[in-house]
T-cell receptor
Framework: AQKVTQAQTEISVVEKEDVTLDCVYE???????LFWYKQPPSGELVFLIR??????QNEISGRYSWNFQKSTSSFNFTITASQVVDSAVYFC????????????FGQGTILTVHP | EPEVTQTPSHQVTQMGQEVILRCVPI?????FYWYRQILGQKVEFLVS??????SEKSEIFDDQFSVERPDGSNFTLKIRSTKLEDSAMYFC???WGVGGNTIYFGEGSWLTVV
């Protein structure tokens, strides 16, 4: 069975602060995929990033960066210089190679960025 | 940019009524999904659909639920006899191929059962 845990229920920061969202996962698959999705107040789910289990290189994309560590089963997501528009619920999700794309989501972290 | 579209955006229905939620996945995608999110909770997998049949379903997806791809573009979720606990946001999603391709979600259909 797969499981995703986002221990941070809510985070509140002031604009321009950096913020890191934690994600820990469990899977028996040897090949799997990790995702971050953003859900703004309007409700839609917006894809942010994807990482394959066999590629632990961490990257930066604009203000977003992620830290994937297989040894600790963690896939943390950082927003640099946060903005008010970043306020949303952020979901970490996991998909195994053997499934047909079934995503297992974490509980989500509510991020509030204050001006 | 291609997107997944869902209708209706919001539907209110009486308990016991049948509801059909409609989705148009991204045109060259082959895998289709429905997910559900009860207010304030996480997103939960309902069903995946590939090659005109259900490939996987969760325990939530009981006999009250069915999916169909009636033509080459639409993908529907039917709830036969709605219950109060079916009130949720229902997301349609699609992806192109097997493995870890990104799954793209529609904007959701908010179902309220009264």
């Amino acid at each position: 069975a797969q499981k995703v845990t986002q221990a941070q229920t809510e985070i509140s920061v002031v604009e321009k602060e950096d913020v890191t969202l934690d994600c820990v996962y469990e899977t028996r698959d040897t090949t799997y995929y990790l995702f971050w999705y953003k859900q703004p107040p309007s409700g839609e789910l917006v894809f942010l990033i994807r990482r394959n289990s066999f590629d632990e290189q961490n990257e930066i994309s604009g203000r977003y960066s992620w830290n994937f560590q297989k040894s600790t089963s963690s896939f943390n997501f950082t927003i640099t210089a946060s903005q008010v528009v970043d306020s949303a619920v952020y979901f970490c999700a996991l998909s195994g190679l053997t499934s047909y794309g079934k995503l297992t989501f974490g509980q989500g972290t509510i991020l509030t960025v204050h001006p | 940019e291609p997107e997944v579209t869902q209708t209706p955006s919001h539907q209110v229905t009486q308990m016991g009524q049948e509801v059909i939620l409609r989705c148009v996945p991204i045109s060259n995608h082959l895998y289709f999904y429905w997910y559900r999110q009860i207010l304030g909770q996480k997103v939960e997998f309902l069903v995946s659909f590939y090659n005109n049949e259900i490939s996987e379903k969760s325990e939530i997806f009981d006999d009250q639920f069915s999916v169909e791809r009636p033509d080459g573009s639409n993908f529907t979720l039917k709830i036969r006899s709605t219950k109060l606990e079916d009130s949720a946001m229902y997301f349609c999603a699609s992806k192109w191929g097997v493995g870890g391709n990104t799954i793209y979600f529609g904007e959701g259909s908010w179902l309220t059962v009264v």
